[in-house]
């Protein structure tokens, strides 16, 4: 066991999916030229007003409620105030002591399998700053360019407790996270655009001890993958600092993603550096129990409980009940085919084997496959039925994705022939068995599972078109005979 225990709290915005941005009627889009979405509200004209959003207040509980936080009925806005150039205001409106919601959890699955509740101190709201441009114009060796379109944009941050011991465990809480508010719809958490932001925490302390080591905040990290690569690094750079004789410094670091490193941006500040004070020109925030029910009323079933229904009433491994769940949307189809199918869990296997496979070889998404739901549904009865061999149903999926086509077209042209006749099937039989003794003596030994190598070797001889029912009733008969 390792001498040293990291301790790992994650701060992660997420932009919520409001047509304007929070405190201005600007369109908030993401894409567009440069310095077009802003006006004095935004940028933060002397004499503009702001006024809060009430779609962002909506998506802002909604968060919370599925991140089991206690929704403030009472919360305030507060200045936070700091120089950059991309921040024209010269503060930033958040929240501070008295966020929206504080006491949440995620249940994490951790490397023994057993699940961890991992703690949310707090979400608050907040307003996004612009955008510093330092790279892709001719003169941008010399030049620093401004967009400004993102301030204003509304945030949600979400920040953890330090519960967390390992980057693997940083890992899945994220994932569940981005799962959750995905799912609840008040964000598109896309991390190219911006729209989900991570800064990790990061400590070591002598396993054994209570009181935490000083910790590191590392930024710029772009995805879940390289999240968990920094805090690797950083835990390694940590332990190695103390073994030799030196102390961490609290301060803010870079990650690197081409050198797989962290640097050293600039020393923590301070809650009091940022100068916090309650927004003079918005009133308090008051979430009513009311609309706080009416929002918890919204919430869709969310991944854990949803996988945790999914797997007893479809009779699903929970390997098969998480591949499921990935997204709401292919959730609700795969719920939609099952409904109508014979066997459910023939869907999901289906779906996640044969057409997941191919999906994957070829980079496309579920929602890009040839095969529609019904035609895996058709597909699962034909197999359920034993009216195609699962040979035979290979053949047709090939067939559907090299012409791009769904499977009840492609069923009705091909037509699979099926042999059903018990007499050619035990000709084929008698011959295989003929070819094989050893095996013959195998089986009559007591290896009774030699019985499949018959049955594969059979089904080869039909290219296929054997009913698997049958052959396999034949082989046993002739085997036992
Ligand atoms: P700060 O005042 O520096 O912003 P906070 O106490 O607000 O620090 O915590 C910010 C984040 O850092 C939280 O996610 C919290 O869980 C985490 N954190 C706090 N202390 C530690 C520590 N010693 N080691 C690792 N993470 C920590
Ligand atoms: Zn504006
Ligand atoms: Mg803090």
């Not at 980057?167 to 911006?194: H, Q, W």
């Not at 750079?237 to 600039?266: C, D, H, K, P």
């Not at 549904?377 to 197999?383: F, G, K, R, S």
């Amino acid at each position: 066991m390792a001498k040293y225990e990291p301790v790992i709290g994650l701060e992660v915005h997420v932009q919520l999916l409001t047509a304007s941005k929070i405190f201005c009627g600007c369109a908030n889009r993401f894409g567009s030229a440069p310095n077009t979405n802003i006006c004095p509200v935004c940028l933060g004209l002397p004499g503009a007003l702001p006024v809060l959003n009430a779609k962002a207040v909506e998506f802002a509980t909604m968060a919370s409620l599925a991140l089991n936080c206690q929704v403030r009925e009472r919360s305030i806005f507060a200045r936070k105030n700091y120089f950059y150039p991309d921040l024209p205001k010269g503060y930033q409106i958040s929240q501070f002591d008295k966020p929206i919601a504080e006491h949440g959890w995620i249940d994490v699955p951790t490397a023994d399998g057993s699940m961890k509740r991992i703690g949310i101190t707090r979400l608050h709201m907040e307003e996004d700053a612009g955008k510093s441009l330092h790279d892709g114009f001719s003169d941008s060796a010399t030049r620093t360019y401004l967009d400004l379109n993102r301030c204003g944009t509304p945030l949600a941050e979400i920040v953890s407790e330090p519960d967390i011991r390992t980057p693997d465990e940083a890992f899945e809480y994220l994932t569940r996270l981005k799962e959750i508010l995905l799912y609840t719809g008040v964000s598109d958490c896309n991390m190219e655009e911006g729209s989900l932001r991570c800064d990790a925490n990061v400590s070591v302390r002598p396993r054994g001890q209570e009181k935490f080591g000083t910790k590191a905040e590392v930024k710029n990290v772009n995805s879940f993958r390289f999240i968990r690569a920094a805090l690797e690094y950083e835990i390694e750079r940590q332990v190695e600092v103390i073994e030799s004789g030196g102390r961490v410094v609290q301060e803010t670091r870079l990650w690197n993603a081409g050198e797989g490193r962290t640097y050293s941006m600039r020393s923590k500040e301070q809650a009091h550096d940022y100068r916090y004070f309650p927004e003079p020109d918005l009133p308090p925030l008051i979430v009513s129990a009311e609309f706080r029910e009416e929002m918890r009323k919204r919430l869709p079933e969310l991944p854990e409980p949803r996988r945790a229904r999914m797997i007893a009433e479809y009779d699903l491994s929970a390997k098969d009940a998480h591949a499921l769940t990935s997204s709401r949307e292919f959730a609700d189809r795969f719920e939609a085919a099952a409904k109508t199918a014979k066997n459910p869990r023939r869907v999901a296997n289906l779906l996640l084997s044969e057409l997941g496979g191919r999906l994957k070889a070829l980079g496309l998404e579920q929602e890009q496959s040839p095969v529609s739901m019904a035609g895996v549904v058709m597909a699962a009865d034909l197999l359920e039925e034993d009216k195609i061999s699962s040979k035979q149903l290979k053949q047709l999926l090939d067939v559907c994705f090299e012409k791009s086509e769904d499977f009840p077209a492609v069923y009705e042209r091909e037509k699979p022939q099926q042999i059903t006749d018990v007499s050619a099937i035990e000709k084929l039989i008698d011959e295989v068995i003929a070819a094989n003794p050893r095996q013959v003596e195998q089986y009559r030994g007591g290896k009774k599972t030699v019985a499949g190598f018959f049955v594969g070797q059979v089904m080869r001889a039909s290219k296929g078109q054997a009913n698997p029912a049958l052959l396999n009733e034949l082989v046993t008969k002739k085997l036992e005979g």
